[in-house]
């Protein structure tokens, strides 16, 4: 780590010391907390939220979760996760300085040090945020975020995508949608063994909330609505995941895809969490085409846009 210029009220440059970077620990963790809270108030953190996705998240390394210091106060927190097994991403999934610490090279000092120590666990990029198992939001809001996105422009990082974030008001006349031979209807224990064959083709990070959500509805946690699947000809084709208000992930079988199959099983997941009591539902993350093929017809519409970043360090 290096000593940081900072311009002071006269025009000569002072050297400032680098901050103290530790890992998160009971002892600084609601430091960390505090300055999540007050620096990016729309991610709505709590303790519990927090501890989900950083210490309990796959992939954490307590070397990964840096909280940074400056003369004792804790001013900065960050948290990356190392590549996947058999692959060279690795993720910075939140930052945040406190506001009254900003311009001091905090931010500067964390990306040095949190690119530094994946490059040593082996990865090759660093990608801003999409972590699949513990994301907060896909990446910065460039409207919203504009010292963030230009922090990661000077940095090197590059805008390698933008999805887009969605909502939709639930109500009674949602009307269902058919395509012949599909029928819906939640998760339940004998379907089990198809669903472990179905997920073979989609992502691990997807594989693992739908295994970690069949789990909890067979324990009784959840109800069997949170995982709606599409069936036709006797197998399950398609599977639609929901917690609370959130929908997704959500996928068809790749060799039935664009028969409308998606469409249905959209429309009766919806007509799912409504009759359970919600008033509307909501995703983080989608591209432009699904949003305008599936999405928008059933009456979704953009809330955010968000710029995904990824960086080489390989060199």
Same mark, same amino acid.
């Not at 999409?130 to 422009?153: C, D, K, N, S």
């Given at each position: ?151 990661? $422009?000077?940095?090197?990082? =590059?805008?390698? !995508? +933008? ?8 109500? #009674?006349?949602?009307? /269902? ?48 609505? $949170?995982?709606?699947?599409? =069936?036709?000809? !006797? +197998? ?8 609370? #208000?959130?929908?997704? /992930? ?66």
């Amino acid at each position: 780590m290096w000593p940081m210029l900072h311009a002071g009220a006269s025009s000569f440059l002072t050297v400032m010391p680098p901050p103290h970077i530790a890992p998160l620990s009971e002892s600084n963790f609601q430091d960390a907390l505090d300055i999540v809270q007050e620096a990016l108030p729309e991610l709505n953190a709590s303790a519990e939220l927090l501890i989900r996705r950083s210490v309990l998240a796959p992939g954490y390394l307590p070397e990964l979760a840096l909280v940074a210091s400056c003369d004792a106060e804790c001013c900065g927190y960050m948290q990356a996760f190392p590549p996947i097994a058999g692959r060279s991403d690795g993720y910075i999934t939140l930052f945040a300085v406190s506001q009254h610490c900003r311009r001091r090279g905090i931010a500067t000092a964390l990306f040095y040090e949190a690119e530094a120590r994946l490059k040593q666990l082996g990865a090759t990029r660093v990608f801003i945020a999409p972590y699949g198992p513990a994301y907060w939001i896909p990446g910065p809001e460039p409207v919203r975020h504009t010292a963030a996105t230009q922090l990661l $422009e000077k940095r090197g990082y =590059r805008v390698c !995508s +933008r999805p887009l974030a969605m909502r939709t008001a639930l109500t #009674s006349e949602t009307s /269902p949608r058919f395509s012949a031979g599909v029928f819906c209807s939640p998760f339940c224990a004998s379907d089990v063994f198809d669903i472990q064959e179905l997920m073979a083709e989609f992502s691990e990070d997807w594989k693992q909330i739908v295994l970690r959500t069949m789990e909890e509805i067979l324990r009784g946690l959840r109800p069997a609505g $949170e995982l709606m699947l599409a =069936r036709f000809n !006797s +197998r399950v084709v398609g599977f639609a995941h929901v917690e609370g #208000s959130r929908f997704g /992930p959500f996928g068809i079988r790749a060799e039935l895809r664009g028969k409308g199959f998606g469409s249905v099983l959209l429309t009766e997941s919806l007509r799912e969490m409504h009759q359970r009591g919600h008033n509307e539902a909501w995703f983080m993350w989608t591209g432009d085409a699904t949003a305008i093929h599936v999405y928008t017809p059933c009456g979704f519409t953009e809330t955010h846009r968000w710029a995904v970043f990824v960086k080489e360090i390989s060199g």
